[in-house]
C-alpha cells in the first residue's frame, strides 16, 4: 500500500464507513453531469455496492479508491475505469467533493499516485481521461500531468437545455 501514499493524502480501498460520504458525493446533482448521474442513490444500494467494492479489478474492470488527506478524512475519490488488461489501458476518474479542498494540490496527489499505481502495479501502457471543455480545473489538472488532448466529442453533454463538447486526453507510458 506504501504506493498509494503521498506527501499530503493518500489513497485506499472503500471502507463501510465511507457509506455516509458516498451518499453526499453520489447524490450532489453538482456532479451529476461530470458522472453521467440521472437519478439520486439510496443509502441501501450504495451500501450494497461497498459490500462489493472489494472485488478485483481484473474481474469487475474498474477500481475506486478513497482519498484521504493525512487525518483519514475522506475528500474525493479516485476511479480507473473501462479497466482493458489485454489492451494494457483504462480510464481514469476523479471527483473532489467540497470546494474548499479543491486547487490545493489534492486531485494533482491522487492523480500522480493512481498513474505511478496502474504503470508500474497494473503495467498499463495508457490512461484516458474525458473532460467537459468547460472545465477550466479538470483541463489544466490533466495538462499538468502530462495528458495529451487527442479528441474532440462534439456536442457530446447534453446540459441545462444545450449541447457541450467533451475533450479526450491521453497519458502513454513511454
Same mark, same amino acid.
Request: aromatic share 10%.
Given at each position: 500500500?506504501?504506493?498509494?501514499?503521498?506527501?499530503?493524502?493518500?489513497?485506499?480501498?472503500?471502507?463501510?464507513?465511507?457509506?455516509?460520504?458516498?451518499?453526499?458525493?453520489?447524490?450532489?446533482?453538482?456532479?451529476?453531469?461530470?458522472?453521467?448521474?440521472?437519478?439520486?442513490?439510496?443509502?441501501?444500494?450504495?451500501? #450494497?455496492?461497498?459490500?462489493?467494492? #472489494? !472485488?478485483?479489478?481484473?474481474? $469487475?474492470?474498474?477500481? !475506486? +479508491?478513497?482519498?484521504?488527506?493525512?487525518?483519514?478524512? $475522506? $475528500?474525493? +475519490?479516485?476511479?480507473?475505469?473501462?479497466?482493458?488488461?489485454? #489492451?494494457? !489501458?483504462?480510464?481514469?476518474?476523479? $471527483?473532489?467533493? /467540497?470546494?474548499?479542498?479543491?486547487? !490545493?494540490?489534492?486531485?494533482?496527489?491522487?492523480?500522480?499516485?493512481?498513474?505511478?499505481?496502474?504503470? /508500474?502495479?497494473?503495467?498499463? #501502457?495508457?490512461?484516458?481521461?474525458?473532460?467537459?471543455?468547460?472545465?477550466?480545473?479538470?483541463?489544466?489538472?490533466?495538462?499538468?500531468?502530462?495528458?495529451? /488532448?487527442?479528441?474532440?466529442?462534439?456536442?457530446?453533454?447534453?446540459?441545462?437545455?444545450?449541447?457541450?463538447?467533451?475533450?479526450?486526453? /491521453?497519458?502513454?507510458?513511454?
Amino acid at each position: 500500500m506504501q504506493k498509494l501514499k503521498g506527501n499530503n493524502i493518500y489513497l485506499r480501498a472503500l471502507e463501510p464507513q465511507d457509506l455516509d460520504f458516498l451518499f453526499l458525493l453520489e447524490n450532489d446533482e453538482a456532479i451529476w453531469e461530470v458522472s453521467g448521474t440521472l437519478t439520486p442513490y439510496s443509502k441501501h444500494v450504495l451500501g #450494497h455496492y461497498l459490500e462489493n467494492a #472489494h !472485488r478485483d479489478i481484473f474481474d $469487475v474492470k474498474q477500481l !475506486r +479508491l478513497a482519498i484521504c488527506e493525512e487525518s483519514s478524512k $475522506v $475528500v474525493g +475519490l479516485i476511479d480507473l475505469f473501462d479497466f482493458d488488461p489485454k #489492451h494494457r !489501458r483504462a480510464g481514469l476518474g476523479i $471527483v473532489v467533493l /467540497q470546494s474548499e479542498n479543491r486547487n !490545493r494540490g489534492i486531485g494533482a496527489e491522487a492523480v500522480d499516485l493512481l498513474m505511478k499505481y496502474a504503470f /508500474q502495479t497494473l503495467d498499463l #501502457h495508457q490512461l484516458y481521461v474525458n473532460v467537459g471543455a468547460d472545465n477550466e480545473a479538470s483541463l489544466y489538472l490533466f495538462q499538468k500531468l502530462g495528458f495529451l /488532448q487527442v479528441g474532440v466529442k462534439k456536442d457530446w453533454i447534453y446540459s441545462n437545455g444545450g449541447y457541450k463538447d467533451e475533450l479526450l486526453f /491521453q497519458k502513454i507510458n513511454l
